[in-house]
């Protein structure tokens, strides 16, 4: 914030050549940038240490957020959700690692969150892969992936 200061130093000390038309009784109007730090401690959206609005309680959160943070389990669906995939990895990556669990019947790859999706067309084909990966850990091009049923119950 721009903050109005009398000039009762002279401004000749910072800038010489600026001050000469200046009448030593006139304010000036300095500004200054403030450093990420400050901008941060700052900020209503952190200061409660939560990340959320300052009108939200941690009380108000969704139910799928309560249960990301419980480390409670999606309920079972057809829908499997895969996250940290590999940037470069694509459908058929995808399709390899639920292929010999059952049918499937879509595939949705989102690229820059590097996550996909994968429909099976029974829920106890998406039942058998969530479980196998719990005790297996899936990988994807070499890296490892996190399998657990997705919130939606069809793609």
Do not use: W
């Not at 050549?17 to 730090?37: D, M, V, W």
């Not at 400050?38 to 952190?46: A, F, K």
């Not at 994807?140 to 069809?154: C, G, I, T």
């Amino acid at each position: 914030q721009p903050q109005i200061i009398s000039s009762q130093p002279s401004p000749s000390l910072c800038c010489p050549s600026f001050a000469q038309g200046i009448n030593s009784a006139t304010p000036l109007l300095y500004t200054y940038k403030r450093g990420s730090e400050e901008l941060m401690s700052s900020s209503p959206m952190l200061a409660n240490g939560t990340g959320l609005s300052p009108h939200q309680s941690p009380s108000e959160l969704t139910d799928a957020k309560k249960a990301k943070l419980d480390g409670t389990a999606n309920p079972a669906s057809r829908v499997v959700h895969i996250r940290s995939m590999p940037g470069e990895a694509g459908e058929t990556d995808v399709v390899q690692l639920g292929m010999s669990f059952g049918k499937m019947t879509n595939v949705l790859v989102l690229k820059q969150k590097n996550q996909a999706f994968l429909e099976f067309q029974d829920e106890a084909s998406a039942v058998a892969m969530v479980a196998y990966f719990q005790t297996n850990p899936a990988q994807v091009r070499l890296k490892p992936v996190f399998v657990q049923f997705s919130n939606h119950k069809e793609l």
